[in-house]
């Protein structure tokens, strides 16, 4: 199994809320004294949010794509008695425990398709990733995208692996392909698509995605409501996963085709 380390700290300072963020992330401070934006357990989409944004962001990394370092944070129900914005205070009281972290770019800007630059390979890169991991939310409404420092970053990949919703019906999914694609900002961008899939397939193992999937925390996996057990939902991760590199040609002939 391949080895990926994510570090685990603790938040000591809530600092601001993201306003445009539709499930209300913040910037904090943790202990090692860096910034986070950190993606609460407690918001809209739950902890299942957190494990696509966790799961895509390692799949990013792990094919060569700039991501920003991902850590667990672990957050204590004392910022939620001291928050006068009731609605802040609610998620921070059903945010207590361990929560997703990614590392704050500072000074870095929102993507804009217009002026923004994003090579060939690259751009072809995240169109595949995002259609493998079935991401809905890499638009021109939405980027999902930073420059950073002249280089493109992923962020917020929560909106993907969107089967995992209800689990009853997720092996429909595993043979299908993602014409929403269609939508993708960087499509018209993606002119390397066939390299991009070589590369891809290339570089995520089996090892590799077992290795990120491992590191999904037990916590995040329990759900009154869920109908398969934590270990279930592992292995269908992965057989999601390898079975969507399997039929790659199939996803590389329909990005060409909507572009």
Same mark, same amino acid.
């Given at each position: ?17 993201? @306003? ?20 609460? @357990?407690?918001?809209? /989409? ?25 850590? =667990? ?5 004392? =910022? ?8 802040? /205070?609610?998620?921070?009281? =059903? ?42 939310? @890499? ?38 392909? =993602? ?12 002119? /390397?698509?066939?390299?991009?899939? /070589? ?29 398969? +057990? ?12 390898? +079975? ?16």
């Amino acid at each position: 199994m391949s080895k990926i380390d994510i570090r685990t700290v603790d938040v000591v300072k809530y600092i601001t809320p993201l @306003r445009e963020g539709g499930s209300l992330p913040a910037i904090v401070k943790a202990s090692d004294d860096f910034l986070y934006v950190l993606k609460f @357990r407690g918001a809209g /989409q739950g902890k299942k949010a957190l494990i696509a944004e966790f799961i895509g962001g390692e799949l990013a990394r792990a094919i060569g794509l700039k991501v920003p370092e991902l850590v =667990f944070m672990n957050l204590d129900d004392s =910022f939620s008695k001291t928050e006068p914005d009731e609605e802040i /205070q609610d998620l921070l009281k =059903f945010s207590v425990g361990l929560n997703l972290g990614l590392h704050y770019l500072s000074s870095s800007i929102t993507f804009d398709p217009l002026v923004s630059i994003a090579d060939a390979l690259t751009s072809s890169k995240i169109v595949l990733l995002d259609s493998i991991i079935s991401n809905i939310d @890499r638009t021109a409404k939405n980027t999902n995208l930073l420059n950073w420092n002249n280089e493109l970053w992923i962020i917020d990949n929560g909106a993907s692996f969107y089967f995992h919703h209800n689990w009853h019906t997720w092996r429909n999914h595993l043979t299908r392909t =993602f014409p929403l694609i269609k939508d993708h900002v960087l499509l018209k961008r993606a002119t /390397q698509l066939n390299e991009a899939s /070589q590369e891809i397939i290339n570089t995520l193992s089996k090892n590799t995605i077992e290795g990120i999937i491992s590191k999904i925390p037990e916590d995040w996996l329990l759900s009154e409501s869920d109908s398969i +057990t934590p270990s279930e939902m592992r292995e269908a991760y992965i057989e999601y996963i390898n +079975t969507k590199l399997l039929m790659i040609d199939s996803l590389v002939k329909e990005a060409e085709d909507a572009r």
